[in-house]
């Protein structure tokens, strides 16, 4: 099939605000307004979470300062903020599976150094409580890891750590909460599986406290470096 039949058949959306893209224009998952209205979480961010800075006075966010994390670093790709932050919702609760593209590649457009300077063994994506996953069809950290895989050759494995039981909507609960309702929350399921760097995937990353969960885990099983990426961060201050 001619290549433009073909996309007036099934036409391609920007990522972000969801209209059609001109033809020819698809393949970067954005269109050309959305494109200039995306804040990507460049420097200055946080040494630790990759929260985006606004005082640059200082190399880690107040969240950060004086906290313990059971991961070593974190990036983020996306400031959650405009037009973001309807894909996300798409993305997460409207079955727009095909954004996984668009994000594994500006991953790598903006981490790809970074990403190969840690030399990670695998790729982890954040689970899901098994109900909730089978009642959405998919867990949206999966298919962004199952796609980040293929594009830097590293192995996913996307069922070695299993959510054990159901929580509470994080939003709204202080950090100390989220914490506690997090406890126990996770388990690494794959006994002699030696793994030295692993990278582990999410979508938001508000305070840390779910890839601290799920890091902690896999610090528990023998993962010597845990390093995150989460698609979409906040932004901090430091001193």
């Given amino acids: 099939?001619?290549?433009?039949?073909?996309?007036?058949?099934?036409?391609?959306?920007?990522?972000?605000?969801?209209?059609?893209?001109?033809?020819?224009?698809?393949?970067?998952?954005?269109?050309?307004?959305?494109?200039?209205?995306i804040t990507y979480a460049y420097e200055p961010v946080c040494k630790v979470c990759g929260k985006v800075i606004i005082d640059s006075n200082g190399e880690l966010c107040n969240d950060c300062m004086g906290k313990k994390h059971y991961f070593l670093q974190a990036k983020g790709v996306y400031v959650y903020e405009g037009p973001i932050k309807g894909s996300m919702y798409r993305f997460k609760y409207s079955n727009r599976r095909c954004y996984k593209y668009t994000f594994a590649r500006d991953i790598v457009r903006v981490h790809g150094k970074w990403l190969r300077g840690i030399r990670i063994d695998a790729i982890i994506p954040v689970p899901m409580y098994k109900k909730k996953q089978r009642k959405r069809g998919y867990n949206q950290a999966a298919l962004i890891a199952e796609a980040l895989a293929k594009e830097i050759g590293v192995v996913c494995y996307s069922k070695i750590v299993s959510r054990n039981r159901d929580t509470t909507p994080m939003k709204g609960l202080s950090d100390t909460q989220r914490q506690k309702n997090l406890k126990n929350a996770f388990n690494f399921s794959q006994k002699g599986l030696q793994l030295e760097r692993v990278l582990l995937i999410d979508d938001i990353y508000t305070t840390g406290a779910t890839m601290d969960s799920v890091a902690k885990v896999l610090r528990d099983a023998g993962v010597k470096e845990v390093y995150g990426l989460c698609m979409c961060v906040g932004k901090g201050y430091s001193h």
């Fill in 1 to 37: 099939m001619n290549k433009k039949i073909q996309y007036l058949l099934f036409p391609k959306r920007c990522v972000a605000c969801d209209k059609v893209l001109d033809f020819g224009r698809y393949k970067y998952g954005f269109c050309k307004k959305c494109k200039n209205k």
